[in-house]
């Protein structure tokens, strides 16, 4: 049997918010194609009946509505389950290096973010019948969703670990790395081949696939403009494929749901960082925390009183 994962990220470049990185395992049927599950990106009747699967960008943009990016996150999560999320705290159990108590020492998430219920904006009965055709047109394709995983860095560690590494590249090379880490034990019987959407412009990853793994020999299949593929063989398992690919997030289907799965559940942490403060402080408009939008947020809350301006170094990134 072959697992072909995928994962990606969202939220790299705000001001704050948290850093989500997510991946997404499917099991291939003996025979099956990755080229068969990969259609699902493009066709025009999983968008219309099943569980969306493409790049959240094109599934979401700031300030719309979260329906399908939350149907599809939601949708496959019953899937891997047998039971769909009734809350966020659901929806991040098992989340890597995420505990409740980091998010509930924060006062915008504490006691409203994990109680949040779910479906927040789609239908329940929506949902259920996307997820019921989605499971078995995966399967006539030969596949079969199998796993969920989310990686959410809130302000305070995305700082200790930047600044610890001098570059948040590290920051969410590290997170991607403990996404491998947990792929490989969650699948170990398995060949595991794992698609990452390429991270900026680098293209050598040797070097820092082996810092994080040294105890897997890695071998360098080729580096390209557009794909850097190694593998990584860990003893008593097949060799890891880990393919780091432009436009990985529009092209592989593990990949773009990870995307969606990324980004629903940073705009989860958003919503509720958003409310805190637009309810603290008088005529604050939200934000998405990018670029200009996300400066003037800080700058309103940050002088909004003394006793705004003590929560920068949980609300502010660093870099």
Known sequence: MTVVAGIDEAGYGPFTGPLVVAAAAYRLDEGARESDLDRIVREKRVREQGLPTADSKSLYTSGGSLVRIETSTLGHLALARGALPVRVDNLVAGAVDLSRDEVEELPWYAGRLLATRLPRVASLDDV????????????????????????????????????????????????????????????PDDDLVIHVDRQGGRIHYGDLLQTHFPMAPLSTVRERRDSSVYRLAWPGRSPVQIDFRV????????????????KTVRELFMISLNGWFTEAVEGLEPSAGYGTDGRRFLTEVLGAGREFARYRPLLERCR
């Open 247 to 262: 436009k990985a997030d529009d092209r592989r289907a593990p990949v773009a749901l990870a995307s969606v799965a990324a």
């Open 128 to 187: 259920l019948a996307r997820t019921d055709w989605h499971g078995a047109h995966l399967a006539r394709r030969g596949a079969r969703f199998l796993d969920l995983l989310v990686a959410p860095v809130l302000v305070p560690r995305f700082n200790r670990l930047t600044t610890a590494a001098g570059s948040k590249a590290w920051t969410l090379f590290h997170t991607t790395g403990r996404l491998i880490e947990q792929l490989v034990a969650r699948f």
